[in-house]
C-alpha cells in the first residue's frame, strides 16, 4: 500500500482526501515517482506556467469522458503480440482455459 | 430542511454530479466551466443534459450564468416515468444515459425513456452497444435485474436518426451491497460489430480482425455480425464494434471503438481485440469505464460496507477526482485496503480493496414496500 522503498512512504488513504495534493500529485507520491526537490529554479516556473496553461486548455475538454484512453495500436501490439510473458501471465490470471492447452 | 450549496469546479464529472447531487438532494453549484477556454462555459451536450434531468424531475430549478460558466442545480423530485428525448447530436446517446442508470431504480415510476439522437461518436462516450453489454449487467449486480435497452433504430453522426428505448422496470428501496473479493475468470469473448449504410462485409472483416487477435487465448470467441440497412439505419454511414469479456459470474469487461475516416475495418477489429486484453489486464471484478457507475451505486447502497477488488492501475487520477467528487456531494469516504486476505499471494501486488460505506439511502418514494 506505501509507495515504493527508498523514498517517503504515503498512505494512500491519507492522499485520496486531502484537499492540499491535488489527485495528479497524489498518484505520483503514492507510487513513488514524486521528488520533492522538484521546485528547482522559482524564475522559470512563471514561463512554463504560461505555456502549462494553454495546454491545459486543450486537454481540459477530456476530463469528464466515459472511455478510458489507451496506447497506440502499435504500442499495443507489441505489448500484446511480442512479449509472450505478458499473455502468458494475463492467461494464467484471467482465462479459463480450453482441455487443450490446461 | 435544505441542505447546503456544494460548489464544485470545473466541468469534470459533470454528468455524475448533477446525479449524485439529485439522489442525494443537495443543491449544487458548479462554477469556472471551461473558465480558461477561447470558448468558454458549458456545451450543448451538457445543457441538452441539464434539460433531461429537469424532465425526469419535478420541481428542479437550473440557473446558468450569463457567461455560461456558472451553473446552480436545485434537484428536486425523481419523477422519472415516460418519456421521448431528443439527445443533443454532439454526443452520442450513450453519454446521456450512463449516468441515468444511476437514478432510474430510485424514481416515482418505472422509466421508459426512447432517446433519439447518434448510437456512437468518437468523443470517448460509451456507446448503445457499450451500455447495453458493459453496464446494465452492472446494475444487475447491484439488484437492479430488471432493465433493457432496446435499440430500434441505428444512426451515425453525423447524421444520426438513432432511437433506443431504456426500460428499467424495476424500483429499488436500496441498492444490494456487493462484496465482490474474488477476480472473474473470462469464460468467454463476445462483442458485435455493427454498421449502417455501408457494405454488409465491412462488419464481417472486423469480426474477423478480433477474431484472429483473439485466437492466441484460446478463450471461447463469439462476435456477431449486425448490419443494419434501410429505414432503420439512420441517415449517415458508420460502423464500429463492442467488444466484452465475460466472466462465469456475470462481469464483463468492454472496449469500443468506432469507425473514423482513413481506417479499415481491420484496423478496428484488430485495435480494439488488443484493447480488451490491455483494458483486461488492468481490471479487478470491474474494468475502468464501468468504475464511476459500480461506484456511484456502493455508495448509496444501505449503510453497511461493500467491497470490491480493484486493479492498482485503476487507482489513477481520474479516480481520486471521483471519490473527491463523491465525498463532497454525498460525504461518504471510501477506504483502500490490501488485499491479501482476499487473494492469492501472487495476486497482491496488482489489487486492492476498495472499501465503501453506503449512506444509507432510501427512496423516497413509497410505492415499493
Known amino acids: 500500500l506505501q509507495g515504493v522503498l527508498g523514498k ?15 489527485p495528479e500529485e497524489a498518484i505520483e507520491k503514492w507510487k513513488g515517482e514524486f521528488s520533492e526537490e522538484e521546485p528547482e529554479s522559482q524564475d522559470e516556473d512563471d514561463e512554463e506556467d ?23 495500436v502499435d504500442e499495443l501490439t507489441k505489448k500484446w503480440d511480442m512479449a509472450e510473458e505478458n499473455f502468458a501471465k494475463l492467461k494464467k490470471k484471467y482465462f479459463f482455459l480450453s482441455p487443450r492447452e490446461r | 430542511m435544505a441542505k447546503q450549496l456544494v460548489t464544485l469546479e470545473s466541468h469534470r464529472n459533470f454528468r455524475l454530479r448533477l446525479v449524485l447531487a439529485t439522489l442525494a438532494h443537495v443543491p449544487v453549484k458548479i462554477q469556472k466551466i471551461r473558465a480558461d477556454d477561447v470558448n468558454p462555459g458549458l456545451r450543448d451536450y451538457e445543457i441538452s443534459f441539464l434539460r433531461l434531468l429537469e424532465s425526469l424531475t419535478n420541481g428542479s430549478t437550473i440557473e446558468i450564468s450569463y457567461t455560461g460558466t456558472t451553473v446552480i442545480y436545485k434537484p428536486g423530485l425523481l419523477i422519472g416515468g415516460q418519456l421521448t428525448f431528443n439527445c443533443n447530436p454532439s454526443r452520442a446517446i450513450g453519454y446521456y444515459i450512463e449516468y441515468i442508470l444511476l437514478l432510474a431504480p430510485f424514481a416515482k415510476n ?3 425513456i426512447v432517446f433519439k439522437g447518434i448510437d456512437s461518436d468518437s468523443h470517448e462516450t460509451i456507446g448503445l452497444e457499450g451500455v447495453k453489454w458493459g453496464l446494465l449487467p452492472i446494475m444487475e449486480k447491484f439488484g437492479v435485474r430488471d432493465v433493457e435497452l432496446r435499440i430500434l433504430k441505428r444512426g451515425a453522426p453525423p447524421g444520426g436518426g438513432a432511437e433506443a428505448h431504456l426500460m428499467v422496470n424495476q424500483l429499488l428501496a436500496a441498492p444490494l451491497t456487493i462484496h465482490a473479493l474474488e477476480l472473474p475468470k473470462i469464460a468467454a469473448l463476445r462483442g458485435v460489430a455493427y454498421s449502417t449504410r455501408v457494405s454488409p462485409s465491412i462488419v464481417n472483416r472486423i469480426v474477423e480482425a478480433a477474431r484472429q487477435v483473439f485466437s492466441e487465448t484460446g478463450c471461447r470467441t463469439d462476435i456477431v455480425a449486425d448490419a443494419w440497412r434501410g429505414e432503420v439505419s439512420g441517415s449517415s454511414p458508420g460502423w464500429g464494434v463492442t467488444l466484452v469479456a465475460e466472466s462465469k459470474k456475470g462481469w464483463r469487461f468492454f472496449v469500443e471503438e468506432v ?59 481520474n479516480f481520486i477526482h471521483l471519490l473527491r467528487d463523491v465525498k463532497n456531494l454525498v460525504g461518504v469516504e471510501a477506504h483502500i485496503k490490501p488485499c491479501d486476505d482476499y487473494l492469492d499471494e501472487q495476486d497482491v501486488d496488482d489489487y486492492l480493496v476498495l472499501m465503501v460505506k453506503g449512506v444509507g439511502f432510501t427512496n423516497a418514494n413509497k410505492k415499493i414496500a
Not at chain 2, 460496507?305 to 492498482?312: C, E, W
Open chain 1, 8 to 22: 517517503k512512504r504515503y498512505d494512500i488513504n491519507k492522499l485520496l482526501y486531502d484537499d492540499e495534493v491535488s
Open chain 1, 50 to 72: 504560461f505555456f502549462a496553461k494553454k495546454e491545459t486548455v486543450m486537454v481540459e475538454d477530456n476530463i469528464d469522458r466515459s472511455k478510458p484512453s489507451f496506447a497506440s
Open chain 2, 110 to 112: 418505472k422509466f421508459s
Open chain 2, 259 to 317: 469507425g473514423s475516416a482513413g481506417e479499415t475495418p481491420e484496423d478496428i477489429g484488430t485495435k480494439a481485440a488488443y484493447e480488451l486484453l490491455e483494458e483486461a489486464s488492468m481490471s479487478g471484478v470491474v474494468c475502468r469505464s464501468q468504475l464511476p457507475l459500480a461506484l456511484g451505486y456502493m455508495v448509496i447502497g444501505k449503510e453497511h460496507i461493500g467491497r470490491m477488488i480493484i486493479n492498482k492501475q485503476q487507482v489513477d487520477p
